[in-house]
């Protein structure tokens, strides 16, 4: 087989072993066993029923909605906000601003977490959304930093002189030249966040009160009572996640220029 | 703006770079150092070692540490083998213009948080799960064939946890790749595999190396995996970190130590890894020129 052949058959079968295991989930979910898993039962919406009727599943998906909308909009104004600073540094600083924003990408999810938790108990505040919301937004803060950072790096500066030579100021540099550059960077970079927010698990796990986010529920879940009501919770965020991760797709889709 | 406004501006994303992501970590260090956790209030809080101390002198935890390090390696390792294949069809073998296509059929499964691909594993890999409903319908098992709940099924939960760190820094180093290089050297004589070791690897190496660092720090942070898919011996260091911080928080000094060790030996190790692919992938271009 050539080189050629042997990568394309790696990549149907990956695309197959990524993709399969989730349609599992949706799939044994679609029955009236009372057992996760195989044999499949009859078809039915019985768990989606009993998912839709308990209080908790709906409280969950809304809180990680809100909590992904928040976070998502502080993550890409406090990145936009370190872009913009870090242009306005001697290289010195620049870097040593750039370096700060990078930690909590290069930080193992565990360990941030916990730093975060240690962090909110140091300021007196207790675990719950809005330690959560201050996780989220913290973790997602650096990928939009570096997304903004990039386009901004692609303005013709001649764009922002012709602005001042017309009268605008700084701040109405940024209203008129520099924030419409942006535009779908910045939109692309806030959904990005906002995808981090509604996946993610171990910050919302150590910052979580009691109320649950749409995963930390699903994994409590799992590790305790199994049914087909998962499923269908799991449906739902896989149908939520997928809508945000399509809208981020459509958005950062290759432009016809530049 | 004048100068004061100008500084005003520059200090507020400073000041948050500062408190929340390099902040957390020094109240973490200085946590560590505790003896006792809250500390009294009349007396000055205690600084000594003892956390550190406990986990060189601990049952188990240094070797705790090296199974983690040696899990997040063999993860890596295998992600790096899956991604490379992946996004050489893409960059390489597919037509621009059904690239970005191409690319997001791979990506989409990552849309979804860990805790979803995790149970996907688990559906797959159950003994009611959809791998022995096939071994059963073939005939090949008369039992379920227990597949979960082991070192293998936690290492296939990390790899699904971290590809995509790992396939989109290898996809971006192919995709600049300058094609007119593989011409000429297939131009010359060197077949398929030859120019993969001659000009794809050590001109990739950068995008390799990042990847590694990254995916290796990522892995050592998995928590969903080991806890959804491992049995009783399977290693895990995080889930270890993670239990001094259930409870009461008297034993948060020995938790933040643990944190600190984690990431003091696992940036190590990136640091060491990404150094070691990305010299093992500039040698295997000069090396066979020479050859």
């Known amino acids: 087989m050539s080189l050629g052949r042997l990568a394309a058959a790696c990549y149907w079968g990956a695309v197959l072993a990524l993709s399969l295991p989730l349609g599992l989930i949706v799939l044994t979910g679609l029955t009236d066993a009372t057992l996760v898993g195989f044999p499949l039962g009859r078809p039915s919406l019985r768990w989606h029923a009993a998912a839709l009727a308990d209080p908790a599943n709906a409280r969950a998906f809304l809180l990680s909605l809100a909590l992904a909308a928040a976070s998502a909009g502080l993550a890409a104004a406090a990145g936009t906000w370190i872009a913009l600073a870090s242009g306005m540094l001697r290289p010195g600083w620049r870097w040593l601003l750039l370096a700060g924003a990078l930690v909590p990408l290069a930080t193992p999810g565990i360990v941030h977490a916990i730093t975060l938790r240690i962090a909110i108990r140091a300021v007196g505040l207790d675990p719950g959304p809005l330690a959560v919301l201050l996780g989220h937004a913290v973790h997602a803060t650096p990928l939009a930093a570096l997304m903004v950072g990039a386009r901004l790096a692609t303005l013709p500066s001649e764009l922002v002189e012709a602005a001042q030579d017309l009268g605008a100021g700084p701040v109405g540099a940024f209203w008129l030249v520099k924030l419409p550059w942006l535009g779908r960077t910045l939109a692309g970079a806030a959904l990005l966040a906002a995808l981090n927010s509604f996946d993610d698990f171990v910050r919302s796990f150590f910052l979580g009160g009691y109320e649950p986010t749409l995963p930390v529920l699903i994994f409590a879940r799992l590790r305790s009572s199994l049914t087909p009501e998962i499923n269908a919770l799991a449906t739902l965020a896989l149908l939520a996640a997928g809508a945000i991760g399509a809208a981020l797709a459509w958005l950062l889709r290759a432009r016809p220029t530049a | ?291």
């Open chain 2, 1 to 291: 703006m004048t100068r004061s406004l100008r500084r005003l501006f520059i200090a507020v994303p400073v000041l948050w770079v500062a408190a929340a992501h390099v902040g957390p970590l020094l109240a973490m260090a200085r946590i560590s150092l505790l003896d006792a956790y809250p500390a009294a209030p009349e007396a000055a809080a205690v600084l000594g070692g003892h956390a550190y101390a406990a986990f060189l002198n601990g049952p188990g935890y240094r070797a705790a540490l090296g199974q983690s390090l040696g899990m997040a390696t063999a993860a890596t390792g295998i992600a790096l083998v899956l991604a490379w294949p992946l996004a050489w069809h893409v960059a390489m073998e597919v037509p621009p213009a059904q690239r970005t296509r191409r690319l997001a059929l791979l990506i989409a499964p990552f849309w979804t948080s860990e805790v979803l691909r995790m149970f996907a594993l688990v559906l797959l890999l159950a003994n009611r799960g959809a791998l022995n409903a096939v071994l059963r319908w073939a005939g090949l098992a008369d039992a379920p064939v227990p597949l979960l709940y082991g070192t293998g099924a936690v290492l296939a939960g990390m790899v699904y946890t971290v590809l995509l760190t790992m396939l989109l820094p290898v996809f971006a180093a192919l995709d600049r790749l300058p094609r007119d290089l593989l011409d000429a050297a297939a131009d010359l004589g060197a077949g398929p595999w030859r120019r993969q070791g001659l000009i794809v690897l050590p001109l990739a190496a950068g995008g390799i190396a990042s990847g590694v660092a990254l995916t290796f720090l990522l892995c050592l942070g998995v928590l969903a995996a080991p806890a959804l898919l491992g049995g009783a011996g399977t290693p895990a260091f995080a889930a270890m970190v993670a239990g001094f911080f259930g409870g009461a928080s008297g034993r948060w000094p020995m938790g933040a130590a643990f944190s600190l060790v984690l990431l003091a030996a696992g940036t190590a190790c990136a640091a060491a890894l990404a150094w070691g692919v990305k010299a093992g992938s500039m040698r295997a271009g000069s090396g066979r020129l020479r050859a």
